[in-house]
Nanobody, 116 residues
Framework: QAQLVESGGGLVQAGGSLRLSCAAS????????MAWYRQAPGKQREVVAT???????NYVDSVKGRFTISRDNAKNTVYLQMNTLKPEDTGVYYC??????????WGQGTQVTVSS
């Protein structure tokens, strides 16, 4: 059964840090590239960071140098360490496979709010 559970979001002041976690079922995680996506208020969902099954990473320019994506294949878990947070990082963060498509399974997401 497919399952994705994101956690770790919250309210933080600008300049602060958060660490997001995403526990995935093996059917989703195994041998798949994974990604963190975010949806800001009034905007379309965008890819923030990706990681392949062998841990090659990529980031959207706006988070390079501040965010780090990682995965623990033994735990079927993906992480997103977010440092030096900015108000524009506010949004709901989701993790799932990369690339996404019409049949991609999405979890409930976790809310990140960065106050100025």
């Amino acid at each position: 059964q497919a399952q994705l559970v994101e956690s770790g979001g919250g309210l933080v002041q600008a300049g602060g840090s958060l660490r997001l976690s995403c526990a995935a079922s093996r059917s989703i995680f195994s041998r798949n590239a994974m990604a963190w996506y975010r949806q800001a208020p009034g905007k379309q969902r965008e890819v923030v960071a990706t990681i392949t099954s062998n841990a090659v990473t990529n980031y959207v320019d706006s988070v390079k140098g501040r965010f780090t994506i990682s995965r623990d294949n033994a735990k079927n878990t993906v992480y997103l360490q977010m440092n030096t947070l900015k108000p524009e990082d506010t949004g709901v963060y989701y993790c799932t496979t990369f690339p996404s498509g019409p049949r991609t399974y999405w979890g409930q997401g976790t809310q990140v709010t960065v106050s100025s």
